[in-house]
């Protein structure tokens, strides 16, 4: 059992429970996962900064603990919606590291066949990674609906960042939530900074759990992978007892800069940074309680981060070595139908076959 759990409550009687349960199995299976995406990011970082993976790369090391507690909290039936920060949600919902570094580096093994890259891999249940800031919230509204029409008892997970918070559309999405009590848990993973520019700077209110203001919210810990955890439980269960849509907001911190071509020093200390690493670290603190409580040993954590080591190193290969899709793949998929279609080229004589 571990201390109690902090978390602020908006039109909520009650919150989460204050204590939660760890076995030795959950936390070495959080470990391992937390421990599996950061690496796999740091592997992404030094193949962008060789030029092997090009264009957008947003990575997602120091938020382990949203993504990781997010999936310990709902089911793999569950869905789940992102913006394009969004690596380690495709990892979690069951997406090999080899296929999506391989998507990365535009290959045919990737996860969308090296045609997507960064921002676009999709699961089951996982509708990706999504470009457009804010766009992917009115999306997570509407497959809460079809859960809903459904009835299959199935929430959808819907996540944006602070750098969103302001957009129309998400308050369009709160109040058709509202409306017809969708299972939405809408989340808003505050890591600070919008870009380059702090929440202070870009909000008028700062507390993005009340902005759902008639819908009511919760704020924990995202950097502490158990307050995650059972906070989505609690939402989850709030959803599914038909109560309608819930805000959360987790507070978070990237350790990178917003993405690749953004140093991420120039807006904050580099002391800043290394604050967070030292004192609020997701992946430390998970081990130092696993330690603490003597439910592992450092040998076994260090044996564990071994052999990820090998499968990261083993999938960048993989990513290297695999060929880039042919040229007669360029069209396909773009219809949802089977037989052959034509699709016009640049120029109204070139045309190129599209099979789905």
Same mark, same amino acid.
């Given at each position: 059992t571990c201390p109690p759990?902090?978390?602020?409550?908006?039109? $909520?009687?009650?919150?989460?429970?204050? !204590?939660? $349960? $760890?076995?030795?199995? %959950? =936390? $070495?299976? #959080?470990?391992?996962?937390?421990?599996?995406v950061r690496r796999m990011e740091l592997k992404a970082d030094q193949l962008y900064k %060789?030029?092997? @993976?090009?264009?957008?790369?947003?990575?997602?090391?120091?938020? !382990?603990a949203c993504a990781m507690g997010i999936e310990a909290g709902i089911n793999p039936t569950d869905h789940l919606i992102t913006a394009y920060r969004a690596h380690g949600y495709t990892f979690t919902r069951g997406v090999a590291v080899r296929e999506i570094l391989a998507e990365l580096t535009g290959r045919r093994g990737g996860v969308?066949?090296?045609? =997507?890259?960064?921002?676009?891999? #999709? +699961?089951?249940?996982f509708y990706g990674g999504n470009g457009i800031v804010g766009a992917q919230v009115p999306l997570g509204a509407g497959v809460a609906l079809a859960c809903q029409y459904q009835g299959?008892?199935?929430?959808?997970?819907?996540?944006? =960042?602070?750098? &969103? &918070?302001? %957009?129309?559309?998400?308050?369009?999405?709160?109040?058709?939530a509202a409306l017809w009590k969708l299972p939405c848990i809408f989340i808003c993973e505050n890591n600070k900074f919008g870009m380059g520019t702090s929440v202070e700077r870009s909000s008028a209110s700062t507390d993005y759990y009340k902005r759902g203001d008639y819908i009511p919210g919760l704020k924990v810990d995202g950097m502490d992978v158990l307050c995650v955890r059972e906070?989505?439980?609690? +939402?989850?269960?709030?959803c599914r007892a038909g109560k309608g849509p819930i805000v959360m907001e987790l507070e978070t911190y990237r350790y990178h800069g917003h993405s690749m071509s953004d140093p991420g020093v120039s807006y904050r200390t580099r002391e800043e940074i290394q604050e967070v690493r030292t004192k609020n670290d997701p992946i430390s603190m998970l081990k130092e309680r696993m330690l603490s409580n003597n439910m592992s040993s450092v040998e076994e954590l260090k044996e564990i981060d071994l052999e990820?080591?090998?499968?990261?190193?083993?999938?960048? %290969? #993989? +990513? @290297?070595?695999?060929?880039?899709?042919?040229?007669?793949?360029?069209?396909?998929?773009? #219809? +949802?139908?089977?037989?052959?279609m034509e699709v016009r080229g640049t120029n109204p004589w070139v045309k190129l076959k599209s099979v789905s």
């Open positions: 759990l902090k978390c602020d409550l908006h039109r $909520l009687e009650e919150g989460p429970s204050d !204590e939660a $349960l $760890l076995t030795r199995e %959950q =936390g $070495l299976q #959080y470990y391992r996962t937390m421990q599996t %060789q030029k092997i @993976i090009r264009g957008f790369c947003h990575l997602y090391d120091g938020q !382990e969308a066949k090296g045609k =997507g890259g960064s921002m676009h891999m #999709y +699961a089951k249940n299959n008892n199935q929430v959808c997970v819907t996540l944006y =960042g602070d750098g &969103a &918070a302001n %957009q129309g559309q998400i308050f369009e999405s709160f109040n058709m906070a989505i439980r609690f +939402a989850a269960d709030y990820i080591r090998k499968v990261i190193e083993d999938a960048a %290969q #993989y +990513a @290297i070595s695999d060929p880039e899709p042919s040229l007669d793949e360029l069209c396909n998929h773009i #219809y +949802a139908r089977d037989p052959p």
